[in-house]
């Protein structure tokens, strides 16, 4: 099985939902020049109905197990402590309220972060794995531009590509949601303030 969205024509092509208790705002298409996969729209997931709390959208069918997530992320690099968060879900879970998401906060401390939340943590982040400036392929970018993320999930694993390398301590053990649908996240840490994150090209691959 496989899903693809690049938001051609300025459309979306996959049925894409928002996560319940998060910011209501769909995912929707963007144009933009800078476009990945150059058709020239990306798709753009924000908080500004919430202006500050977390939103996430996601696709693809809720009995996804094992599969592969790839896909385009524009981060946004800052110097301020307060900023956003931007990034990919696997296994969303809206009818137990829990998802893993693999985010990345480039601002006075950069890191990227492969996280479980849920409702049963309060929407609180139980951080799984951590990596700094030192851990990615090339360091932290100098400025905002695209990403290329890649996500597996396999039985009780979770691995992770960072701009097409393995990372350190990219393989994660975590049993807690046995499967569920991939989707795009978008919060703002330190405060409420609307952010977004713009993706592209997103393919997901089941295993076999």
Partial sequence: MRFEEHFAGGR?????HVFPGFSPD????????????????????????????ASLAYAGDAGLADYTLEAWIFVDVTAEERSP???LAVRVDPA???FYRLAAQFGATPRLTLAYVGRD????????EEW?????????????????????????????????RDLP???????RIPAGYFGVYT????GEQVTQTLVDAVVVRTAG
């Fill in 12 to 16: 979306t092509h996959l049925a894409w």
């Fill in 26 to 53: 769909p995912i929707t298409p963007l144009a933009r020049p800078d476009a990945p996969d150059g058709d020239g729209w990306v798709g753009r997931v924000t908080n500004q109905s919430l202006g500050g709390f």
């Fill in 85 to 87: 968060l931007q990034g």
């Fill in 96 to 98: 137990g309220q829990r």
């Fill in 121 to 128: 943590v309060h929407n609180f982040p139980i951080y799984l």
């Fill in 132 to 164: 700094g400036a030192g851990d990615l392929p090339g360091g932290i970018p100098a400025q905002s531009g695209w990403q290329h993320v890649l996500l597996r999930v396999a039985n009780e694993v979770l691995q992770v590509r960072w701009n097409g």
């Fill in 169 to 175: 301590r990219g393989l994660i053990r975590d049993a």
């Fill in 187 to 190: 919060n703002f840490v330190g």
